[in-house]
């Protein structure tokens, strides 16, 4: 989609928000409706109308196009995108590295790849629309803001299975690192209240990451937290139980 077609898409969008219709947007630029819908048709806003139209909906020009912006970029990939990518580990190395927004040389410089095996693997990121790779081997994310991989799909799979053994075989005494087991007996609403603290914990890390994203790359350091709450016992411990316990949650 062509810049100007994102901004038209956007208007659109934030004239049916507002709800506003074609011809109060005639109204506003003194033009009949059926030439207000001419213009949407053929796409063709000078930039005056433009701002008359953002004034009507009491928005800045500088936010139409900010709308525009995050409208165009995507949240998820397809299963057969992922799958693409989860297939060849360097692609998905490269895919991950891209995400948390390293430069050409940051990935060059710590992965052994030669420029033009980078730059072949940055080709196919850009077919799969995840990033636009830009003249000078320039990265630019494609991706909004609250990207996430599949739910359940092949790349989590992926984490789930080949990763969370060598993740928790370790006695994360480190710097930086943290183990915490709680173990207790909750009613369903101090289930609920802890799960909601945990949304909020991942919030938390979510908005940090994002801050730390301005920091050089030498500064930031690959951190993984993964966080579980289910109703469960040690199987030795449930083998030895006289009655199955049979209440539901």
């Known amino acids: 989609?062509?810049?100007?077609?994102?901004?038209?898409?956007?208007?659109k969008a934030s004239l049916k928000a507002s709800g506003l219709k074609y011809l109060d947007v005639a109204n506003a630029l003194d033009l009949s409706e059926a030439s207000v819908k001419r213009l949407f048709a053929e796409e063709n806003f000078s930039l005056k109308r433009l701002d008359q139209i953002c004034e009507l909906l009491g928005m800045e020009f500088s936010d139409l196009v900010d709308i525009a912006r995050q409208s165009s970029q995507i949240r998820t990939l397809t299963i057969e995108q992922e799958k693409e990518?989860?297939?060849d580990i360097s692609l998905l190395i490269v895919a991950n590295?891209?995400?948390?927004r390293w430069s050409f040389e940051d990935i060059l410089s710590v992965y052994e790849f030669s420029e033009t095996?980078?730059?072949?693997?940055l080709a196919k990121l850009d077919r799969l629309k995840l990033i636009e790779l830009l003249p000078g081997n320039r990265i630019k994310l494609l991706v909004d803001r609250n990207f996430s991989w599949q739910k359940n799909g092949p790349i989590q799979r992926f984490f789930e299975e080949k990763l969370v053994m060598e993740f928790f075989s370790h006695r994360f005494n480190d710097p930086g690192e943290k183990r915490q087991v709680l173990v207790g007996m909750l009613s369903r609403a101090s289930n609920e209240t802890f799960q909601r603290k945990l949304d909020k914990l991942a919030e938390t890390f979510h908005s940090l990451h994002l801050q730390d994203e301005k920091l050089p790359v030498e500064e930031r350091f690959g951190?993984?937290?993964?966080?579980?709450?289910?109703?469960?016992e040690p199987k030795v411990f449930e083998s030895k139980r006289r009655v199955k316990d049979e209440r539901k949650f």
């Not at 590295?97 to 948390?100: D, G, K, Q, R, T």
Request: aromatic share 6%.
């Open 1 to 11: 989609m062509s810049r100007s077609s994102s901004l038209i898409k956007a208007l």
């Open 117 to 121: 095996e980078l730059i072949q693997y």
């Open 97 to 100: 590295s891209a995400l948390n």
């Open 223 to 232: 951190t993984s937290v993964i966080t579980g709450m289910r109703l469960w």
């Open 85 to 87: 990518i989860v297939n």
